[in-house]
């Protein structure tokens, strides 16, 4: 009947950078079943999907696609020989994998909907009038609803019969299902008249920077007592995230006085003996959700360590087990590079040094001065074009080093990390003192070298090592407080305004030459190839 509208009320599929097989359209999920009577999506890796694959296929399954997640499929298929339930199939096939899975699956009638989680996240939003999301995170549906299930690892969650219904994987037995109701806070994720939402993102930190240190000093008095009862302090973080986390155990030794190292989780391994009871780590992530993160849980496990946390996600996976968690309050950053989350993640850092010395309050002051100072002053589109100017003569190099020191040894590589990201073009970040130890050999007539030559006790040095790259030939993009003859550009830090805080955003320059980098060179700053913004699979 053409008269007749079909209005479609389920659906399943999955945004995923290919890990088994090209990027083609048969790759895509959802997979089908061989008849069509489900649908699957999975996040993660099946991590012994060659077995099985030859398993199956001495079994009489055949496959179309070069993807672990067929696998899946095709288990459940057999899994279904046995079992009038595909319930029960799935439970049951799912079982027979390694590695950190998460699957959805959907029956053909749209009557069942089947997740399982064992390690990447999952989540359901259930919203009015028998409405419900399944998703890996709650920002997915944050705009639609508020309550929320969270699913933990080795529960399966069932929607039919109109209504949820929660069981371990492992028995099959029912379990009690909880719903909660979170306060998502401001969710606007529009570019709000930008271009892109990195250089929307970037701007935002005018206001999220004074956002982030919302907190009152007696909300860090129990992680304080627990760094000081501690032999040791370890920050833990991926990606930018760890930069952040270094820069967080720098505050904590420089203003505190701490022992405090950072640490990341992918070479956790040969810390984990040395990592005693009662030690504290803080995890640094903007999604809270990093699998790496939780990787390196699982080799802890055994310790009866003090967990803490910064992460951007309410309801996160890593916020949810931490004694200690703390959100970062910026608001959805849509852009996979990190900007605003990540000067927020250094912000808690210096607030937490100086609530170590009773000092917060006047840290808190400092940082709303700074906001202050950037709205009115730094943070501009003059700046952000005299930026542009100085990408427009770096747009076609291959290399791009940057140098810092102290306070700005990891903005050097934070800076690197978001020109690479962005731009595609090869930047690498080093401490200063690197230079007569290799790095020096890669500098040659024209390339461009942008030094952190800042107000502080290091600026003697930095003018040292700027110079020595000058009289290699170095093209010279001086960060500092002032400007200086060995510079061929110079871009003033904020760290000019005599605000102590001002430091923390330092990366500023770095960001917005990547974003126009990137522009420049025809790319889209917001989506970098091959990256994604939670990293929630090894």
Request: proline share 2%.
């Amino acid at each position: 009947n053409s008269d007749t509208s079909i209005i479609p009320h389920v659906g399943v599929g999955h945004t995923r950078w290919a890990t088994h097989g090209g990027v083609t359209t048969h790759n895509a999920h959802p997979h089908f079943s061989a008849d069509e009577s489900f649908v699957l999506a999975q996040n993660g890796i099946v991590e012994n999907y060659q077995k099985l694959k030859e398993q199956l296929k001495s079994l009489g399954h055949s496959f179309k696609t070069e993807t672990d997640t067929e696998v899946i499929v095709r288990m459940v298929e057999e899994k279904l020989k046995d079992t009038d339930s595909l319930q029960d199939a799935v439970r049951k096939g799912f079982l027979e994998l390694d590695g950190r899975n998460t699957i959805i699956v959907l029956s053909s009638d749209g009557e069942e909907v089947i997740a399982i989680r064992n390690g990447s996240p999952l989540v359901v939003g259930v919203g009015d009038e028998n409405e419900y999301f399944f998703a890996s995170d709650t920002l997915s549906f944050a705009d639609k609803t508020d309550k929320v299930a969270f699913i933990e690892n080795h529960q399966m969650v069932v929607f039919s019969n109109g209504s949820l219904h929660l069981f371990d994987v492992k028995t099959g037995e029912k379990l009690s299902l909880t719903i909660e109701t979170l306060d998502h806070g401001n969710i606007e994720v529009n570019k709000e008249g930008y271009d892109h939402y990195m250089l929307k993102e970037v701007f935002e930190q005018r206001y999220t920077i004074k956002d982030a240190v919302g907190y009152e000093s007696f909300e860090f008095d129990g992680l304080i007592e627990a760094i000081q009862n501690a032999g040791r302090v370890f920050t833990l973080g991926s990606g930018g995230a760890f930069y952040a986390a270094d820069q967080v155990a720098y505050f904590l030794r420089s203003i505190a006085g701490v022992m405090a190292q950072g640490l990341r989780p992918y070479e956790i391994e040969s810390y984990v003996p040395l990592i005693q009871d009662g030690d504290v780590l803080i995890i640094i992530s903007q999604s809270g959700e990093t699998a790496d993160n939780l990787e390196a849980l699982e080799l802890l496990k055994e310790k009866d360590i003090v967990l803490a946390s910064v992460v951007n996600m309410i309801g996160s996976t890593t916020s949810r087990i931490s004694k200690f968690p703390f959100l970062s309050r910026t608001g959805p950053e849509l852009c996979v590079l990190s900007t605003k989350s990540g000067s927020a993640q250094t912000s808690f850092g210096y607030m937490l040094g100086n609530a170590m010395i009773q000092k917060y309050d006047s840290a808190r002051k400092s940082v709303h001065e700074l906001a202050g100072y950037l709205e009115s002053e730094y943070l501009t589109e003059e700046f952000s074009e005299r930026v542009r100017k100085i990408a427009v003569q770096l747009k076609d190099k291959e290399h791009i080093f940057l140098l810092g020191k102290g306070r700005n040894y990891q903005n050097a590589l934070v800076g690197a990390l978001n020109i690479k990201e962005a731009s595609y073009i090869h930047a690498e970040g080093f401490a200063a003192g690197e230079l007569k130890h290799g790095v020096i050999a890669l500098i040659e007539e024209g390339t461009p070298v942008i030094s952190f030559v800042d107000d502080d006790s290091d600026h003697d040095y930095m003018i040292g090592a700027t110079a020595e790259v000058k009289a290699r030939g170095a093209h010279v993009i001086g960060l500092g407080v002032e400007n200086n003859e060995l510079f061929d550009e110079f871009i003033p830090l904020p760290t000019q305004s005599g605000i102590d805080a001002a430091v923390l955003m330092n990366i500023v320059p770095c960001q917005l030459l990547a974003y126009h980098l990137a522009v420049l060179r025809g790319y889209n700053p917001d989506k970098p190839r091959n990256l994604a913004k939670s990293v929630t699979v090894k």
